[in-house]
């Protein structure tokens, strides 16, 4: 789902005088908690075998694909709605739900409408729940390269 294809919905729903930009800054609330709470806990995707042989040749820094060096996690950076709105989301869409209830909570708090709130954040919740257990189901955890050694840690 794009982030325009995201804010057309919520406006559809929930109707408010919260602009564009505002309804692209909760959605960055969301995205960089992906971000940092799952998605950069998980190893990064390998990369595809080649089909075709590799050459290796001499003096040439090679890896094998078992060896890489381990990749850094994707850096976040902050939708504008005038130059992202046809960005791809993070979060697939079976979970959009992460995205439109969080932003309703956000209207809902911002409005002053305390029941509405309590609900959206317990669905929210919920949501989050759902794809951070998908997440984690579907995903390796990130390998950490520790300084340390076995010889440092017996005693």
């Keep these: 789902m794009t982030l325009s294809e995201l804010i057309a919905n919520i ?7 919260y602009s564009k ?3 692209t800054q909760w959605v960055n609330e969301v995205e960089f908690m992906a971000m940092d709470q799952v998605i950069s806990r998980a190893e990064p995707p390998k990369p595809p075998i080649p089909s075709e042989p ?3 040749l001499p003096g040439e820094d090679n890896y094998k694909l078992d060896e890489q060096p381990p990749a850094e ?7 504008v709605y005038d130059e992202d709105a046809e960005h791809e989301l993070l979060i697939p869409d079976q979970f959009n739900g ?9 209207i809902d708090f911002y409005n002053g409408e305390v029941n509405r ?3 959206e954040a317990a669905a929210f919740e919920s949501e989050w729940q759902q794809y951070a257990g998908w997440y984690r ?5 990130r390998r950490h390269n520790h300084a340390a050694t076995a010889d440092h840690c017996t005693g």
């Design 11 to 17: 406006t559809s729903f929930r109707p408010s005088e």
């Design 73 to 79: 996690p994707p850096e976040f950076n902050p939708y």
């Design 98 to 106: 992460c995205y439109t209830t969080y932003v309703f909570a956000k």
């Design 137 to 141: 189901r579907t995903h390796l955890p």
């Design 54 to 56: 590799v050459t290796v």
């Design 21 to 23: 930009d505002q309804l």
């Design 117 to 119: 709130y309590n609900m």
